[in-house]
């Protein structure tokens, strides 16, 4: 049983290091300018609504298990 736990974290491991380098930064051609005003990702757009939708589940589902009693 000591076995099957070492192999699967450190497949657990190998996998998180390779999903975290999984792409390489590079620009070769100088291309593709981030300035200021210039988003970073798309996800940079909608953050204040995703923290709203966020804090909007927190309440729901603290709200639900409240009143199931867990």
Same mark, same amino acid.
């Given at each position: ?9 450190? @497949? ?7 999903? !975290?380098? /999984? ?14 005003? @210039? ?7 909608? !953050?204040? /609504? ?21």
């Amino acid at each position: 049983m000591k076995t099957i736990n070492k192999l699967v974290t450190s @497949a657990f491991f190998l996998s998180a290091v390779s999903i !975290i380098n /999984a792409q390489a930064v590079t620009n070769p051609g100088g291309g593709g300018v981030v300035g200021p005003g @210039a988003p970073a990702s798309p996800v940079d757009m909608y !953050i204040y /609504a995703l923290s709203g939708v966020a804090i909007l589940f927190i309440v729901f589902f603290a709200k639900k298990i409240k009143r199931q009693k867990i």
